[in-house]
């Protein structure tokens, strides 16, 4: 038998951070993105609407040359409102290939993503020797 999927995973399946322009029905036209990472102080902030989000991953494409990857390790719900995605992630950069972990905190009000906070684990992150 299957289990049925919660609402709010299925519609975090559906979130194209490569086509955020084909999500914006997903995402609450008052949504804000929240980042902090210590390592990269310039793109600490948060980021408004889906102009906002496709200017914070513009930014980090930028700084990473275009190296920034995702690995999603786990999701889950948090009740009915919450949204928790470990995640994995990688870049390069200034030279160097990293990878540290990450959590993303997903808040859905309406069938819609309103917020999201973006927690690097910002004092294990990793060199990864190039092969």
């Known amino acids: ?4 999927i919660h609402p709010n995973l299925s ?9 955020l322009d084909a999500c914006r029905s997903i995402l609450a036209d ?3 993105w929240h980042y902090f990472n210590r390592h ?9 609407g889906v102009d906002g989000l496709k200017s914070f991953f513009a930014k980090l494409g930028e700084r990473s040359d275009s190296s920034f990857r995702v690995n999603v390790i786990d999701i889950r719900t948090a009740g009915d409102e919450l949204v928790v995605t470990q995640v994995c992630n990688s870049m390069n950069l200034e030279g160097s290939l ?3 972990d ?11 993503v309103a917020e999201a906070w973006d ?3 910002v004092n294990t992150i990793r060199s990864v020797e190039k092969s």
């Open 11 to 19: 519609l975090l399946n559906n979130l194209n951070l490569q086509d």
């Open 102 to 112: 990450a959590v993303v905190v997903w808040r859905i009000v309406n069938g819609q």
């Open 119 to 121: 927690i690097p684990a």
């Open 98 to 100: 990293m990878e540290f």
């Open 40 to 48: 990269i102080p310039d793109l600490e902030g948060d980021y408004r």
């Open 1 to 4: 038998m299957m289990e049925d």
């Open 30 to 32: 008052n949504f804000v």
